[in-house]
């Protein structure tokens, strides 16, 4: 089984490791942190990168960002 950096993964889907970190502080489930060498570090699996590439499809636009947020209907 082939385990992956942060950084990796974020390069494997088109995203920069800042916005990978930030999807995990807005809900994506993170893999469970490791210490190796005294470095706390995630290590992805094949099934933590699936669900790292369903949340961009979801939340995010090709090249464009962010998906916007749909308006609410009410009375104006």
């Known amino acids: 089984m082939t385990e992956r950096s942060t950084a990796q993964v974020a390069r494997k889907i088109g995203v920069g490791r800042d916005t990978l970190h930030r999807w995990l502080h807005r809900g994506l489930t993170a893999p469970r942190k490791q210490r190796i ?33 749909q308006k609410k209907s009410g009375n104006r």
């Open 37 to 69: 060498g005294g470095v706390s570090v995630r290590m992805w699996s094949a099934e933590d990168l699936k669900r790292a590439r369903e949340y961009k499809d979801e939340h995010y636009r090709k090249g464009r960002g962010r998906k916007k947020a």
